[in-house]
């Protein structure tokens, strides 16, 4: 079965400064995806940055940028320049996708933006 | 346009009462999900549907009842809840063809159980 795992529950970051959340996963398949959702205080969940686990290419979403470890099982997420809007919930997500796109979720990291 | 509506927004309900969410879609995205969330944990899956057919019941008690009226509606109508059953109650939904199983989330019902 698969697993994602958030080890930091909440993180604070300067406005202006970068920082970065952490996630690992445990699957033994060799294509899947992974995902970053952010959920602000409204509770709305909003995709924030996707990655195919067959692109070594590390993706990038403006001032979001993912480092992708495939070998480790890792896949962290680089906020850079934060902003007072970053403030909200991470979780990190798994899917193999498929017929079954099931998404696995980790636990969270509540970021704090501080001003 | 990766809009995902539900309503209503807030609902308020006895343990006796049937009511319904709603959630709608207009991407064209083949499958739509419930899920159930507590404050501050992850969402919980609860039902899929794909091309219409509900694919997956993570074992949901049966006063949830899902129901696919066609491919951009989804509805959880609700009946006999319990106090426990108050969260909030996210809908999504994704294209699920090969390299797009992002799913898209609604703004969610907060449901409150009285």
């Known amino acids: 079965a698969q697993t994602v795992t958030q080890s930091q529950p909440e993180m604070s970051v300067q406005e202006a400064e970068t920082v970065t959340l952490s996630c690992t996963y445990d699957?033994?398949?060799?294509?899947?995806?992974l995902f970053w959702y952010k959920q602000p205080p409204s509770r709305q969940m909003i995709l924030v940055i996707r990655?195919?686990?067959?692109?070594?290419q590390n993706a990038t979403e403006n001032r979001f940028s993912v480092n992708f470890q495939k070998a480790a099982k890792s896949f962290s997420l680089k906020i850079s320049d934060s902003q007072l809007g970053d403030t909200a919930m991470y979780f990190c997500a798994f899917t193999r996708g498929g017929a079954t796109n099931k998404l696995i979720f980790g636990t969270g990291t509540l970021l704090a933006v501080q001003p | 346009d990766t809009e995902v509506t539900q309503t209503p927004k807030h609902l308020v309900m006895g343990m006796t009462n049937k009511k319904s969410l709603k959630c709608e879609q207009h991407m064209g995205h083949r499958a739509m999900y419930w899920y159930k969330q507590k404050a501050k944990k992850p969402p919980e899956l609860m039902f899929v549907?794909?091309?219409?057919?509900?694919?997956i019941n993570e074992s949901v008690p049966s006063r949830f009842s899902p129901e696919c009226p066609n491919s951009s509606l989804l509805n959880l109508h609700l009946h006999a809840l319990q106090p426990e059953d108050s969260a909030l109650y996210l809908c999504?939904?994704?294209?699920?063809?090969?390299?797009?199983?992002?799913?898209?989330f609604g703004p969610g019902t907060r449901l409150t159980v009285t």
């Open positions: 999504a939904s994704s294209q699920e063809a090969a390299g797009n199983y992002e799913q898209y």
């Open positions: 699957t033994s398949e060799n294509n899947y995806y």
């Open positions: 549907y794909s091309y219409e057919k509900l694919s």
């Open positions: 990655q195919e686990a067959y692109k070594q």
